[in-house]
DNA sequence: CGAGATGTTGAGATATTTCAACGTGCGTGG
DNA sequence: CCACGCACGTTGAAATATCTCAACATCTCG
């Protein structure tokens, strides 16, 4: 439908944070189609210099063998600082790495985490970078893409939340490639062990989806990863189809998705219920409820699922202390009230199918934000009772939604894969404005 | 339908505040049939110290010439202590007067505010009191109700709730009695200009909603509210029908109702819209949605109304100086977020009938909360176009159903008066909970 | 007094539900 | 390994709730 417009134009406006990532999507398939592993890091780099307005950047992987990081691409940098550099920026680098969450550092000078590292990085001339991990849809981590600056910088947050979605459709294809044949230009920086744990699950990487998310909604400093990892009391893994907060409970507990599907649900009377939401990795459940109000409403697991617990008092303590943090969390409980908005709308004055599609296109955008996304297919337990108890309809008539989507050749749901056939259509149909769904302030 | 079990066993189950408020109607029926005015307040105070467990108490009522005010029941007090006793804890009934809220001291040595005059008090043997104002549903004082504590005395928030919700069931019996005669008991005191003032517009009188709605959430100190109206940085009046936020739009103030109705909507497409909540006296309007995040619906006045404006920073401001305060502010925005989720509910799951009716019920007592509840009858100017734009349905259908609702004589909504004629009935036919109203922690 | 907003009513159209039957895949216990 | 049960999905036909269109009544306000 909507023309794509030139590259610069693309990267630039500001406006929309959304379309923005769609625009990204067809570019990353224009800049990264069958090309080698280093061609393919190099016009990413390109890209997300020009969008950041960058002095230097660079793209460094993984070895296969986990042994190290190597760097890929590199722009700006005097071949003599290379390695200097590396080792400086290596702080922010393997947070990145090793919490799968894009790290920030508006002005190394200041930044206590870097300080005494700072000079090497001033050396080379840099002041401020950020540095975003390459993580697959598949949740493993292949390398970083960093940016540097001359200045001490911000980002937008909208910025940084573009730059996430780009990273991780530049992981895919990376992945994709043939792996790389440590070609000319590579140069190999010393083993990180932190780095080359992280194809396993180590203790930082499970919180990944905590700190992703907070990053979607304020610059995150590598020394601010620990304030948050503190807040977490436990994880608690649950079977598939569980009941842990019912109706009228009062915990003072506030928890987090790290791992699986849930729903927020009322029963009602005749033993019908109401879905209200489902969250998703990373989504926050009761922040809203437990620090204000005992639940009025209950929460089940779809899938097995693993979920942080945090209380909220501590959460109390964190908006007191780390005020930008806490309110990157609370931020984030807000935007689910506008899901909740939105998914009011749709059930009171939308029609089955449209209904349908525009709920389907919101979990895509979700997990497409939540870092699930995979270019037109995800993975989506949902049966159709679920759709049919968040829908305000019937199994049944879900079903035949369903067929109808999937005969106009608009979207699927078999087998718990999703697939979008048409977005643009199908979008239409729905008349699916997805700006609710915005993150960035 | 239920049963009304014995006095003493409504007033002091702790259980659901809402059932409680409903016993506290029907007691109050008994209480209050056709007697005289010293009678009748004689028994509410009885009624509300067996219930507060109060040491002492008294009833003081507004002079019909606006002179002052007249004990017209007391309990505990020593004859001679009586004058002195006014005189100190004047300041308490000044300002209940005043702001039309209840006030609370749980201590008057501790409480600044009152220390001075706390000599007297103390000689009296008086440690803590409360003051809940008598205000009519048509929004006029006619007199204070208090008690009185020897020791420090906290009394929970949802006891004030019932407190006042009493308080005024009694104001309006008291209103409709033959005006007092300054009968044997009936010490004068001597006049009060600030309370006298109130039968007009004060400056004061134009926050009371405010600070009743705050009361409602945590107890409220009499130095409590000049912080409160200190938040308010201007009122603005608006037309009916007046649209004063615009789908995105992005403005930091915070909005609370001083009269009028209004509603948050959001607008589709194809031109149709769904209200998502509709504010009225005392709700705020954009709290979270201010706090942190740009509005992704409209707001629009549906009566001429008056809102007070604050500032996001402003609260953020008091959340941190008068966290009590805050909190309560913020915990009434999440009471908004469960009356979203029972919107959901009901516009998900119920039929047409079941919708209305559960709405109807909900506006009802939230009138009621709003200190605008006359027992039955309520001032609604809503159309059944915006029922239906509310509920999912048609204005035709809403119609219909209206109809069928009056033919069955549980409701009726014409001329902009809704009457519930039977509540327990239309209760059942809705299975309307009013759990989710519940105000208390 | 007329115009526009609101409420009322009827008849036919439509979306969605209900009931009922059947298919398919998957895990469990014999 | 099979058989069975169970959760989930599929389909048809009939029932019903709600909508649409269209006409008219009533009220309010300038």
Chains 1, 2 share one sequence.
């Not at 592993?37 to 793209?59: C, I, K, P, W």
């Not at 290379?82 to 090793?98: E, F, I």
């Not at 079977?239 to 409970?249: K, P």
Request: charged share 25%; hydrophobic share 40%; glycine share 8%.
């Amino acid at each position: 439908m909507r023309k794509l417009p030139p590259l610069a134009k693309i990267i630039q406006r500001p406006s929309n944070k959304l379309e923005l990532s769609v625009d990204l999507h067809e570019l990353s398939d224009r800049l990264l189609r069958g090309e080698g592993t280093e061609a393919l890091a190099e016009r990413m780099l390109d890209a997300l210099m020009e969008y950041h307005d960058a002095d230097f950047g660079d793209v460094q992987l993984l070895a296969p063998d986990g042994s190290g990081l190597e760097i890929v691409a590199q722009r700006g940098f005097e071949r003599a600082a290379l390695s200097k550099t590396q080792n400086s920026a290596g702080r922010s680098h393997s947070q990145a790495l090793k919490n799968k969450c894009p790290v920030v550092s508006e002005d190394i000078q200041s930044d206590t985490d870097l300080a005494p590292n700072a000079n090497s990085l001033a050396k080379a001339g840099v002041r401020a970078l950020q540095s975003t991990p390459l993580v697959k849809s598949d949740g493993h981590v292949i390398g970083v893409i960093s940016t540097y600056f001359r200045k001490p910088h911000r980002l937008p947050v909208g910025t940084m939340q573009v730059t996430a979605l780009f990273a991780q459709q530049g992981a895919n294809r990376l992945a994709n490639e043939p792996p790389h044949h440590g070609g000319s230009g590579a140069a190999r920086v010393p083993g990180r062990r932190d780095g080359a744990d992280e194809h396993h699950h180590s203790y930082d990487g499970e919180y990944a989806p905590f700190f992703r998310k907070v990053a979607q909604f304020c610059q995150l400093r590598a020394d601010e990863i620990p304030v948050l990892s503190g807040m977490i009391r436990e994880t608690r893994a649950f079977d598939a189809d569980t009941e842990f907060v019912r109706e009228g409970d009062s915990q003072d507990d506030c928890l987090i998705v790290l791992d699986g599907w849930g729903c927020k649900y009322k029963t009602l009377e005749d033993g019908t219920r109401q879905i209200i939401h489902f969250p998703i990795l990373g989504d926050f459940v009761g922040v809203h409820a437990r620090l204000f109000k005992a639940a009025d409403h209950s929460f089940a697991t779809i899938t097995p699922s693993k979920l942080g617990v945090f209380s909220a008092e501590r959460l109390q303590e964190v908006i007191q202390s780390h005020p930008r943090l806490g309110q990157a969390i609370l931020w984030s409980a807000a935007r689910d009230e506008a899901i909740m908005v939105e998914h009011l709308v749709n059930v009171g004055r939308r029609n089955a199918i449209q209904r349908l599609s525009h709920f389907l296109l919101e979990i895509c955008k979700r997990m497409d934000f939540a870092g699930l996304g995979a270019g037109g297919d995800y993975r989506c337990p949902l049966t159709q009772e679920h759709l049919a108890d968040a829908l305000g309809l019937t199994s049944i008539h879900v079903n035949r939604v369903l067929r109808q989507l999937r005969e106009r050749n608009l979207v699927s749901l078999e087998k718990g894969t999703l697939h979008i056939k048409d977005l643009s259509k199908l979008s239409e149909l729905a008349a699916f404005d997805p700006d609710y769904l915005d993150q960035s302030n």
